[in-house]
């Protein structure tokens, strides 16, 4: 594939396949296998040019916690996929990183109850790194579905083995999936994954182009 798929992406918690429960979909709704896969910057917070570095930058962009609750109101899990280079560079740690991810969700939870990130993966790793789990490469958004796959059947996930790239076979369907990103790099995750990969301004995130979703929504 051309890329180091040894360098998975990682959760806030280190270990991708620790144990997830996940948290039931408003209303009783049953899960049918339709994921949000979401950037991060520029897409549910403001994002800078010398990245998010402390919980005290963190600015819930406008309309951004009702996109994500009325995303899992109609069936959608959502899964955050982000490239946090700073980590691989050495700027800042992973636990730092997780104290923004728990008040990112502490906030968008303060504006809609239901704007719960069932999932966050990050890639830790610096470009020259050449890691499949960075984008433009799509080695989160697969890490992704099979860890939201699993976890529905079994949350423990003890038994997951994520593969990546062509030695992952019989791969479901993202037919009713999005991606929503600000960058090209984005778009082309989304591509090469095959999910509908949809575009925002950086300074409206998610709120900008929630119409655009449409038929996704049930």
């Not at 958004?141 to 949350?155: K, N, T, V, Y």
Request: net charge negative; proline share 6%.
């Amino acid at each position: 594939m051309g890329c180091d798929s040894m360098l998975p992406p990682q959760r806030d918690s280190g270990k991708l396949t620790q144990p997830m429960d996940l948290l039931p979909l408003p209303n009783g709704i049953t899960w049918g296998g339709n994921i949000a896969y979401l950037d991060r910057d520029g897409v549910i917070i403001r994002g800078f040019e010398d990245y998010v570095n402390t919980i005290d930058e963190i600015e819930v962009l406008p309309l951004a916690a009702s996109s994500i609750g009325s995303l899992r109101r109609s069936g959608f899990r959502v899964c955050v996929v982000t490239n946090q280079s700073p980590i691989g560079r050495g700027i800042w740690s992973r636990e730092n990183l997780a104290s923004i991810h728990a008040e990112t969700r502490r906030l968008l939870l303060l504006e809609d109850a239901d704007a719960h990130l069932d999932l966050i993966l990050h890639s830790p790793y610096a470009p020259w790194e050449n890691s499949w789990a960075r984008k433009p490469n799509p080695g989160m958004l697969e890490a992704s579905r099979q860890i939201m796959d699993f976890a529905h059947r079994d949350p423990s996930l003890s038994e997951l083995r994520i593969t990546f790239g062509h030695e992952w076979g019989d791969r479901p369907s993202e037919e009713g999936s999005i991606m929503v990103g600000d960058r090209n790099v984005d778009m082309k995750a989304a591509d090469a994954f095959g999910v509908r990969g949809i575009r925002c301004d950086p300074d409206e995130g998610i709120g900008g182009v929630f119409d655009s979703i449409g038929g996704g929504l049930g």
